[in-house]
């Protein structure tokens, strides 16, 4: 039986425009099933954030979360939380992946953070958590 912790668990921003389309975008090429989704603002977020030394309120991050609530859990932030997520994905999402990752770590996390300080105000913000669709409504936690 397949249990949460076999699913990598991707933390966003739940009121930003950007990290919703992210989720929508993953939901659309995750064809093995394989992520869940909690947003930063969940209690769950908080708690799996604590047990890193990262504060929840930072929304400026995108994490995934891999063997969660496991011993060896382990968290991606950033750049490599997003070559994680493409690479997971497969087909030419890996390939991306791989490009992105011939940089080094500082000047991916500097064209993450770019983009992460202007997000509200290209993309735009929610007033709150968009509440997803019954039909993937399961592969939200928290």
Same mark, same amino acid.
């Given at each position: 039986?397949?249990? @949460?912790? =076999? $699913? +990598?668990?991707?933390?966003?921003?739940?009121? #930003?425009?950007?990290?919703?389309?992210?989720?929508q975008?993953? &939901?659309? $090429?995750? $064809?093995?099933?394989?992520?869940r989704?909690?947003?930063?603002?969940s209690?769950?977020?908080?708690?799996?954030?604590?047990? $890193? %030394?990262?504060?929840?309120?930072?929304?400026?991050?995108?994490?995934?979360? &891999? %063997?969660?609530? =496991?011993?060896?859990?382990?968290?991606?932030?950033?750049?490599e939380?997003?070559?994680?997520?493409?690479?997971?994905? %497969?087909? %030419?999402?890996?390939?991306?992946?791989?490009?992105?990752?011939? &940089? +080094?770590?500082?000047?991916?996390?500097? @064209?993450?953070?770019?983009?992460?300080?202007?997000?509200?105000?290209?993309?735009?913000?929610?007033?709150? #958590? +968009?509440? +997803?669709?019954?039909?993937?409504?399961?592969?939200?936690?928290?």
């Open positions: 039986m397949v249990g @949460l912790r =076999d $699913h +990598p668990v991707l933390l966003y921003d739940g009121v #930003c425009g950007l990290c919703n389309r992210v989720v975008f993953t &939901l659309r $090429h995750d $064809h093995r099933d394989v992520f989704f909690a947003a930063l603002q209690e769950l977020a908080e708690r799996v954030l604590a047990r $890193h %030394g990262e504060a929840a309120s930072d929304l400026n991050s995108v994490y995934v979360v &891999l %063997g969660i609530r =496991d011993a060896g859990e382990q968290l991606l932030a950033r750049s939380a997003v070559i994680y997520l493409f690479r997971t994905l %497969g087909g %030419g999402w890996k390939a991306l992946a791989a490009i992105y990752g011939l &940089l +080094p770590r500082r000047v991916r996390d500097l @064209l993450y953070n770019m983009v992460a300080r202007n997000r509200y105000r290209v993309v735009g913000k929610h007033e709150t #958590c +968009p509440v +997803p669709d019954p039909e993937v409504r399961e592969k939200f936690l928290g």
